[in-house]
Protein backbone atom coordinates (compact mmCIF):
# COMPACT_ATOMS: atom_id res chain seq x y z
CA UNK A 1 0.00 0.00 0.00
CA UNK A 2 0.86 3.87 -0.85
CA UNK A 3 0.58 6.07 1.92
CA UNK A 4 1.51 9.86 1.13
CA UNK A 5 2.50 12.08 3.79
CA UNK A 6 1.06 15.47 3.21
CA UNK A 7 3.37 18.11 4.73
CA UNK A 8 6.19 15.16 5.01
CA UNK A 9 8.98 17.51 5.85
CA UNK A 10 7.13 18.28 9.42
CA UNK A 11 8.50 17.81 12.71
CA UNK A 12 6.06 14.70 13.65
CA UNK A 13 6.60 12.30 10.37
CA UNK A 14 8.80 9.99 12.06
CA UNK A 15 6.19 9.25 15.02
CA UNK A 16 4.05 8.30 12.00
CA UNK A 17 6.67 6.28 10.13
CA UNK A 18 7.98 4.68 13.49
CA UNK A 19 4.97 3.50 13.75
CA UNK A 20 4.81 1.37 10.69
CA UNK A 21 8.06 0.32 11.11
CA UNK A 22 6.21 -2.10 13.72
CA UNK A 23 3.52 -3.12 11.72
CA UNK A 24 4.51 -6.54 9.81
CA UNK A 25 1.09 -7.61 9.08
CA UNK A 26 -0.26 -8.03 5.36
CA UNK A 27 -1.39 -5.69 3.89
CA UNK A 28 0.51 -3.17 5.58
CA UNK A 29 2.22 0.17 4.01
CA UNK A 30 4.81 -0.43 1.46
CA UNK A 31 5.60 2.59 0.57
CA UNK A 32 5.31 6.30 2.09
CA UNK A 33 6.21 9.55 0.02
CA UNK A 34 6.38 12.60 1.64
CA UNK A 35 5.60 15.83 -0.05
CA UNK A 36 6.26 18.88 1.43
CA UNK A 37 6.86 22.86 -0.30
CA UNK A 38 10.36 23.01 1.46
CA UNK A 39 13.20 20.67 0.18
CA UNK A 40 15.32 21.54 3.12
CA UNK A 41 13.03 20.11 5.61
CA UNK A 42 12.20 17.57 3.04
CA UNK A 43 15.68 16.49 3.34
CA UNK A 44 16.05 16.88 7.23
CA UNK A 45 13.04 14.42 7.78
CA UNK A 46 13.94 11.91 5.16
CA UNK A 47 17.47 11.21 7.17
CA UNK A 48 15.90 10.48 10.53
CA UNK A 49 13.27 8.06 8.78
CA UNK A 50 16.29 6.57 6.98
CA UNK A 51 17.97 5.90 10.45
CA UNK A 52 14.66 4.90 11.95
CA UNK A 53 14.62 2.26 9.02
CA UNK A 54 18.28 0.77 9.38
CA UNK A 55 18.34 -2.76 10.42
CA UNK A 56 14.37 -3.41 9.63
CA UNK A 57 13.71 -5.75 7.20
CA UNK A 58 11.23 -4.81 4.28
CA UNK A 59 10.78 -1.26 5.85
CA UNK A 60 8.52 1.19 3.76
CA UNK A 61 10.23 2.28 0.88
CA UNK A 62 11.03 6.41 1.27
CA UNK A 63 10.77 8.88 -1.56
CA UNK A 64 9.92 12.64 -1.43
CA UNK A 65 8.48 15.38 -3.57
CA UNK A 66 7.55 18.73 -3.94
CA UNK A 67 4.67 17.66 -6.59
CA UNK A 68 1.50 17.33 -5.07
CA UNK A 69 -0.18 15.71 -7.95
CA UNK A 70 2.86 13.17 -8.68
CA UNK A 71 2.14 12.25 -5.01
CA UNK A 72 -0.78 11.70 -4.59
CA UNK A 73 -1.39 9.18 -8.13
CA UNK A 74 -2.22 5.73 -6.86
CA UNK A 75 -2.45 6.76 -2.81
CA UNK A 76 -4.54 4.25 -0.49
CA UNK A 77 -3.75 6.63 1.93
CA UNK A 78 -2.97 10.15 2.40
CA UNK A 79 -1.68 11.70 5.87
CA UNK A 80 -2.42 15.48 5.50
CA UNK A 81 -0.36 17.28 8.27
CA UNK A 82 0.02 20.57 6.70
CA UNK A 83 0.95 23.88 8.10
CA UNK A 84 0.01 26.79 5.95
CA UNK A 85 1.90 29.85 6.88
CA UNK A 86 4.31 27.37 8.75
CA UNK A 87 5.22 28.10 12.29
CA UNK A 88 5.90 31.88 12.14
CA UNK A 89 2.36 31.60 10.66
CA UNK A 90 0.92 30.72 14.17
CA UNK A 91 3.43 33.09 16.09
CA UNK A 92 1.69 36.24 14.04
CA UNK A 93 -1.49 34.36 14.78
CA UNK A 94 -0.95 34.30 18.68
CA UNK A 95 0.81 38.57 18.43
CA UNK A 96 -2.36 39.40 16.78
CA UNK A 97 -4.77 38.51 19.36
CA UNK A 98 -2.94 38.88 22.68
CA UNK A 99 -2.27 42.72 21.38
CA UNK A 100 -6.28 42.99 21.48
CA UNK A 101 -6.00 40.70 24.84
CA UNK A 102 -8.10 37.89 23.43
CA UNK A 103 -6.84 34.45 23.12
CA UNK A 104 -4.27 33.66 19.97
CA UNK A 105 -3.81 29.50 20.71
CA UNK A 106 -3.62 27.78 16.92
CA UNK A 107 -7.09 25.91 17.34
CA UNK A 108 -9.06 27.68 20.02
CA UNK A 109 -10.25 31.49 19.59
CA UNK A 110 -8.98 34.02 17.44
CA UNK A 111 -5.80 32.20 16.65
CA UNK A 112 -7.98 29.33 15.46
CA UNK A 113 -10.30 31.20 13.26
CA UNK A 114 -7.20 32.72 11.26
CA UNK A 115 -5.38 29.79 10.89
CA UNK A 116 -8.38 28.01 9.24
CA UNK A 117 -9.14 31.10 7.11
CA UNK A 118 -5.99 30.81 5.36
CA UNK A 119 -5.87 26.69 5.71
CA UNK A 120 -8.87 26.03 4.59
CA UNK A 121 -8.46 27.10 0.90
CA UNK A 122 -5.49 24.48 0.71
CA UNK A 123 -7.45 21.66 1.72
CA UNK A 124 -10.08 22.03 -0.14
CA UNK A 125 -7.56 22.32 -3.36
CA UNK A 126 -6.40 19.08 -1.86
CA UNK A 127 -9.31 17.46 -1.65
CA UNK A 128 -10.50 18.31 -5.03
CA UNK A 129 -7.05 16.95 -6.42
CA UNK A 130 -7.23 13.67 -4.50
CA UNK A 131 -10.75 13.23 -5.72
CA UNK A 132 -9.56 13.91 -9.14
CA UNK A 133 -5.95 11.55 -8.85
CA UNK A 134 -6.62 9.10 -6.23
CA UNK A 135 -10.09 8.61 -5.68
CA UNK A 136 -10.10 5.87 -4.12
CA UNK A 137 -8.03 7.06 -0.90
CA UNK A 138 -8.76 7.24 2.56
CA UNK A 139 -7.72 10.64 3.36
CA UNK A 140 -6.76 10.75 7.04
CA UNK A 141 -6.82 14.82 8.51
CA UNK A 142 -4.41 15.88 11.43
CA UNK A 143 -4.14 19.77 10.38
CA UNK A 144 -5.24 21.69 12.32
CA UNK A 145 -7.84 23.16 13.20
CA UNK A 146 -8.80 19.35 12.71
CA UNK A 147 -12.83 19.32 13.08
CA UNK A 148 -12.89 22.26 10.65
CA UNK A 149 -10.55 20.68 8.24
CA UNK A 150 -12.20 17.68 7.80
CA UNK A 151 -15.64 19.02 7.36
CA UNK A 152 -14.37 21.50 4.81
CA UNK A 153 -12.76 18.38 2.73
CA UNK A 154 -15.93 16.57 3.77
CA UNK A 155 -17.82 18.50 1.34
CA UNK A 156 -15.50 17.28 -1.79
CA UNK A 157 -14.99 13.67 -0.56
CA UNK A 158 -17.39 12.82 1.65
CA UNK A 159 -16.96 10.44 3.82
CA UNK A 160 -13.49 9.26 2.47
CA UNK A 161 -12.01 11.95 4.93
CA UNK A 162 -11.77 11.22 8.46
CA UNK A 163 -10.18 13.72 11.59
CA UNK A 164 -7.49 12.19 14.04
CA UNK A 165 -6.71 13.91 16.93
CA UNK A 166 -4.59 12.37 19.98
CA UNK A 167 -6.31 14.68 22.82
CA UNK A 168 -9.55 12.15 23.39
CA UNK A 169 -7.16 8.92 23.53
CA UNK A 170 -4.71 10.43 25.79
CA UNK A 171 -7.62 11.92 28.08
CA UNK A 172 -8.75 8.31 28.30
CA UNK A 173 -5.71 6.48 28.87
CA UNK A 174 -4.82 8.96 31.39
CA UNK A 175 -8.07 8.56 33.19
CA UNK A 176 -8.54 4.98 32.63
CA UNK A 177 -4.46 4.35 34.73
CA UNK A 178 -5.92 6.87 37.22
CA UNK A 179 -8.69 3.87 38.15
CA UNK A 180 -6.29 1.24 37.96
CA UNK A 181 -7.70 0.02 34.68
CA UNK A 182 -5.70 -1.57 31.32
CA UNK A 183 -6.26 1.69 29.05
CA UNK A 184 -6.22 -0.83 25.50
CA UNK A 185 -9.36 -2.96 27.50
CA UNK A 186 -11.47 0.83 28.45
CA UNK A 187 -14.50 2.21 26.50
CA UNK A 188 -13.98 5.59 26.47
CA UNK A 189 -17.72 7.70 26.39
CA UNK A 190 -16.17 11.01 24.94
CA UNK A 191 -18.58 13.34 22.83
CA UNK A 192 -18.20 17.25 21.39
CA UNK A 193 -15.91 18.54 18.67
CA UNK A 194 -12.09 18.68 18.07
CA UNK A 195 -10.43 20.24 21.05
CA UNK A 196 -13.77 20.77 22.46
CA UNK A 197 -15.41 17.52 24.14
CA UNK A 198 -16.11 15.75 27.17
CA UNK A 199 -15.47 12.11 29.08
CA UNK A 200 -18.24 11.24 30.27
CA UNK A 201 -18.24 7.60 31.30
CA UNK A 202 -15.25 5.35 31.00
CA UNK A 203 -16.57 1.30 31.11
CA UNK A 204 -14.08 -1.07 32.48
CA UNK A 205 -15.67 -4.66 31.98
CA UNK A 206 -18.74 -3.29 31.24
CA UNK A 207 -18.59 -1.17 34.28
CA UNK A 208 -18.81 2.79 34.12
CA UNK A 209 -15.82 3.76 36.74
CA UNK A 210 -15.95 7.38 36.14
CA UNK A 211 -18.38 8.13 38.97
CA UNK A 212 -15.53 6.72 41.25
CA UNK A 213 -13.37 9.07 40.07
CA UNK A 214 -15.23 12.31 40.49
CA UNK A 215 -16.35 11.35 43.85
CA UNK A 216 -12.57 10.82 45.19
CA UNK A 217 -11.11 14.61 45.23
CA UNK A 218 -7.26 13.15 45.96
CA UNK A 219 -7.12 10.46 43.00
CA UNK A 220 -8.85 13.59 40.57
CA UNK A 221 -5.55 15.45 41.62
CA UNK A 222 -3.35 12.67 40.48
CA UNK A 223 -3.55 13.48 36.80
CA UNK A 224 -2.95 16.07 34.88
CA UNK A 225 -6.78 17.37 33.64
CA UNK A 226 -7.60 16.85 37.40
CA UNK A 227 -4.74 19.40 38.46
CA UNK A 228 -5.48 21.35 35.74
CA UNK A 229 -9.23 22.05 36.12
CA UNK A 230 -8.96 21.22 39.93
CA UNK A 231 -11.42 18.40 41.65
CA UNK A 232 -14.57 20.63 42.67
CA UNK A 233 -14.99 21.73 39.12
CA UNK A 234 -14.91 18.43 37.46
CA UNK A 235 -17.37 17.23 40.27
CA UNK A 236 -19.47 20.12 39.11
CA UNK A 237 -19.74 19.30 35.25
CA UNK A 238 -19.67 15.59 36.31
CA UNK A 239 -17.51 15.05 33.37
CA UNK A 240 -13.35 15.55 32.60
CA UNK A 241 -12.98 18.22 29.56
CA UNK A 242 -10.50 17.95 27.33
CA UNK A 243 -7.63 19.80 28.13
CA UNK A 244 -8.00 22.83 25.54
CA UNK A 245 -10.95 23.66 27.04
CA UNK A 246 -9.09 25.12 29.90
CA UNK A 247 -9.27 28.03 27.34
CA UNK A 248 -12.66 28.39 27.77
CA UNK A 249 -13.51 28.04 31.66
CA UNK A 250 -9.96 30.05 32.88
CA UNK A 251 -9.82 32.31 29.41
CA UNK A 252 -8.88 35.59 31.39
CA UNK A 253 -6.32 33.50 33.61
CA UNK A 254 -5.11 31.89 30.52
CA UNK A 255 -4.81 34.83 28.20
CA UNK A 256 -2.65 36.92 31.23
CA UNK A 257 -0.32 33.95 31.48
CA UNK A 258 0.29 33.94 27.56
CA UNK A 259 0.68 37.60 27.57
CA UNK A 260 3.12 37.46 30.67
CA UNK A 261 5.26 34.38 28.72
CA UNK A 262 8.66 35.31 27.69
CA UNK A 263 7.62 33.11 24.38
CA UNK A 264 3.95 32.13 23.00
CA UNK A 265 4.08 28.31 22.06
CA UNK A 266 4.30 29.12 18.42
CA UNK A 267 7.50 31.13 18.69
CA UNK A 268 8.50 28.78 21.03
CA UNK A 269 8.04 25.73 18.43
CA UNK A 270 9.49 28.24 15.38
CA UNK A 271 12.58 28.79 17.62
CA UNK A 272 12.99 25.24 18.81
CA UNK A 273 12.37 23.58 15.31
CA UNK A 274 14.36 25.85 13.13
CA UNK A 275 17.34 25.05 15.25
CA UNK A 276 16.72 21.05 15.00
CA UNK A 277 16.20 22.18 11.14
CA UNK A 278 19.67 24.13 11.07
CA UNK A 279 21.47 21.30 12.64
CA UNK A 280 20.77 18.93 10.42
CA UNK A 281 21.16 21.00 7.36
CA UNK A 282 25.18 21.90 8.98
CA UNK A 283 25.45 18.27 9.38
CA UNK A 284 27.97 16.59 7.58
CA UNK A 285 27.06 14.18 4.85
CA UNK A 286 26.92 10.04 5.68
CA UNK A 287 26.22 11.45 9.51
CA UNK A 288 22.51 10.06 9.31
CA UNK A 289 23.03 9.09 13.06
CA UNK A 290 23.21 12.30 14.27
CA UNK A 291 19.60 13.24 12.97
CA UNK A 292 17.19 10.72 14.93
CA UNK A 293 19.57 11.72 17.91
CA UNK A 294 18.76 15.55 16.97
CA UNK A 295 15.26 14.41 16.73
CA UNK A 296 14.40 12.71 19.83
CA UNK A 297 15.58 15.28 22.25
CA UNK A 298 13.97 18.08 20.32
CA UNK A 299 10.58 16.20 20.95
CA UNK A 300 11.29 15.55 24.09
CA UNK A 301 11.69 19.11 25.23
CA UNK A 302 8.70 19.85 22.71
CA UNK A 303 6.69 17.02 25.01
CA UNK A 304 7.78 18.26 28.54
CA UNK A 305 6.77 21.88 27.43
CA UNK A 306 3.28 21.56 26.11
CA UNK A 307 0.52 23.59 27.68
CA UNK A 308 3.11 25.02 30.21
CA UNK A 309 0.93 28.37 30.11
CA UNK A 310 -2.30 26.71 31.22
CA UNK A 311 -0.16 24.62 33.47
CA UNK A 312 0.90 27.89 34.85
CA UNK A 313 -2.25 29.99 35.22
CA UNK A 314 -3.72 26.55 37.50
CA UNK A 315 -0.44 26.70 39.89
CA UNK A 316 -0.10 22.90 38.80
CA UNK A 317 3.84 23.52 37.78
CA UNK A 318 5.94 20.94 35.24
CA UNK A 319 4.12 18.01 33.73
CA UNK A 320 4.50 15.07 35.52
CA UNK A 321 6.64 12.31 34.11
CA UNK A 322 3.23 9.80 33.51
CA UNK A 323 1.77 12.70 31.65
CA UNK A 324 4.62 12.99 28.72
CA UNK A 325 2.79 10.48 27.07
CA UNK A 326 0.52 11.50 24.37
CA UNK A 327 -2.33 9.92 23.21
CA UNK A 328 -0.12 8.71 20.22
CA UNK A 329 -1.80 10.43 16.90
CA UNK A 330 0.47 7.87 14.93
CA UNK A 331 -1.09 4.90 16.51
CA UNK A 332 -4.36 6.63 15.98
CA UNK A 333 -3.56 7.08 12.56
CA UNK A 334 -1.96 3.30 12.09
CA UNK A 335 -4.80 1.87 13.82
CA UNK A 336 -7.28 3.62 11.11
CA UNK A 337 -5.68 2.13 8.39
CA UNK A 338 -5.13 -1.28 9.36
CA UNK A 339 -9.39 -1.35 10.30
CA UNK A 340 -10.00 0.15 6.75
CA UNK A 341 -7.16 -1.90 4.83
CA UNK A 342 -7.96 -5.34 6.30
CA UNK A 343 -11.39 -5.12 7.70
CA UNK A 344 -9.92 -5.21 11.19
CA UNK A 345 -13.16 -3.85 13.35
CA UNK A 346 -12.09 -1.50 15.79
CA UNK A 347 -13.65 1.18 17.96
CA UNK A 348 -11.84 4.99 17.88
CA UNK A 349 -12.86 8.57 18.62
CA UNK A 350 -13.24 9.91 15.40
CA UNK A 351 -13.50 13.11 13.63
CA UNK A 352 -16.61 12.37 11.43
CA UNK A 353 -19.63 13.44 9.48
CA UNK A 354 -22.68 13.71 12.80
CA UNK A 355 -25.10 12.01 10.91
CA UNK A 356 -27.97 11.41 13.53
CA UNK A 357 -25.24 10.93 15.96
CA UNK A 358 -26.09 14.64 17.95
CA UNK A 359 -29.84 16.22 17.49
CA UNK A 360 -28.20 19.56 18.12
CA UNK A 361 -26.36 19.69 15.33
CA UNK A 362 -27.42 18.49 11.41
CA UNK A 363 -26.03 16.14 9.49
CA UNK A 364 -22.74 17.03 7.50
CA UNK A 365 -21.57 18.73 10.79
CA UNK A 366 -18.40 17.63 11.77
CA UNK A 367 -18.08 15.89 15.69
CA UNK A 368 -15.50 14.04 17.54
CA UNK A 369 -17.10 10.88 18.94
CA UNK A 370 -16.29 7.42 19.31
CA UNK A 371 -16.74 5.52 15.83
CA UNK A 372 -17.03 1.43 14.75
CA UNK A 373 -14.20 1.55 11.89
CA UNK A 374 -14.54 -1.32 9.32
CA UNK A 375 -13.67 -1.40 5.49
CA UNK A 376 -16.19 0.64 4.62
CA UNK A 377 -14.92 3.83 6.70
CA UNK A 378 -15.61 5.66 10.08
CA UNK A 379 -19.52 5.56 10.97
CA UNK A 380 -19.88 7.08 14.59
CA UNK A 381 -21.79 5.51 17.23
CA UNK A 382 -24.82 6.50 19.20
CA UNK A 383 -24.07 8.39 22.09
CA UNK A 384 -26.52 10.40 24.76
CA UNK A 385 -27.10 13.79 24.38
CA UNK A 386 -25.01 16.46 25.82
CA UNK A 387 -25.66 18.37 28.64
CA UNK A 388 -27.19 21.70 27.62
CA UNK A 389 -23.91 23.54 28.75
CA UNK A 390 -21.99 21.62 26.68
CA UNK A 391 -24.51 21.46 23.98
CA UNK A 392 -24.53 25.47 23.89
CA UNK A 393 -20.61 25.72 23.52
CA UNK A 394 -20.66 23.16 20.57
CA UNK A 395 -23.25 24.71 18.91
CA UNK A 396 -21.85 28.35 19.36
CA UNK A 397 -18.27 27.13 18.52
CA UNK A 398 -19.75 25.08 15.23
CA UNK A 399 -21.54 28.26 13.86
CA UNK A 400 -18.39 29.87 14.01
CA UNK A 401 -16.53 27.33 12.20
CA UNK A 402 -19.76 27.57 9.21
CA UNK A 403 -19.29 31.14 9.07
CA UNK A 404 -14.87 31.03 8.60
CA UNK A 405 -15.99 28.22 5.82
CA UNK A 406 -18.17 30.78 4.08
CA UNK A 407 -15.79 33.57 4.38
CA UNK A 408 -12.80 31.09 3.21
CA UNK A 409 -15.14 30.31 0.07
CA UNK A 410 -16.65 33.99 -0.68
CA UNK A 411 -13.68 35.93 0.34
CA UNK A 412 -16.14 38.22 2.35
CA UNK A 413 -14.30 39.98 4.85
CA UNK A 414 -18.06 40.68 6.52
CA UNK A 415 -18.03 37.16 7.02
CA UNK A 416 -14.96 36.91 8.31
CA UNK A 417 -15.65 39.79 11.39
CA UNK A 418 -18.44 37.97 11.98
CA UNK A 419 -16.66 34.81 12.82
CA UNK A 420 -14.41 36.16 15.06
CA UNK A 421 -17.09 37.81 16.59
CA UNK A 422 -19.65 35.52 17.45
CA UNK A 423 -16.81 33.04 18.85
CA UNK A 424 -17.22 32.98 22.24
CA UNK A 425 -13.66 34.12 23.63
CA UNK A 426 -14.02 36.94 21.35
CA UNK A 427 -15.64 39.94 23.28
CA UNK A 428 -16.52 42.89 21.32
CA UNK A 429 -17.44 43.20 16.96
CA UNK A 430 -14.65 45.97 17.26
CA UNK A 431 -12.42 43.46 18.18
CA UNK A 432 -13.32 41.19 15.57
CA UNK A 433 -12.80 44.09 13.25
CA UNK A 434 -9.26 44.46 14.35
CA UNK A 435 -8.41 41.06 14.14
CA UNK A 436 -9.50 40.87 10.38
CA UNK A 437 -7.40 43.91 10.02
CA UNK A 438 -4.77 43.08 12.43
CA UNK A 439 -4.32 38.99 10.47
CA UNK A 440 -4.75 40.35 6.89
CA UNK A 441 -1.58 42.51 7.82
CA UNK A 442 0.15 39.80 9.11
CA UNK A 443 -0.55 37.10 6.39
CA UNK A 444 -0.47 37.57 2.59
CA UNK A 445 -2.63 34.70 2.92
CA UNK A 446 -5.62 36.16 3.73
CA UNK A 447 -5.26 38.25 1.02
CA UNK A 448 -8.23 36.89 -0.32
CA UNK A 449 -10.97 38.84 1.58
CA UNK A 450 -12.45 41.52 0.41
Not at 207 to 228: H, I, K, N, V
Not at 423 to 447: C, F, K, M, N, Q
Request: hydrophobic letters at 45%; glycine letters at 10%; one cysteine or more.
Amino acid sequence: MKLVILGGGGFRVPLVYGALLGDRAEGRVTEVVLHDLDTGRLGAVARVLAEQAAGVPDAPAVSATTDLDEALRGADFVFSAIRVGGLEGRAADERVALAEGVLGQETVGAGGIAYGLRTVPVAVDIARRVRQLAPDAWVINFTNPAGLVTEAMSRHIGDRVIGICDSPVGLGRRVARTLGGNPDEAFIDYVGLNHLGWLRGLRIAGRDELPRLLGDAELLGSFEEGRLFGAEWLQSLGAIPNEYLHYYYFNREAVRAYQEAEQTRGAFLRDQQARFYEELARAADGAPSSALKAWDATRAEREATYMAENREAAGVGERAAEDLESGGYEKVALALMRAIARDERTTLILNVRNRTTLSALDAEAVIEVPCSVDANGAHPMAVDPLPGHATGLVCAVKAVEREILSAAESGSRTTAVKAFALHPLVDSVTVARRLVEGYRAAHAGLGYLR
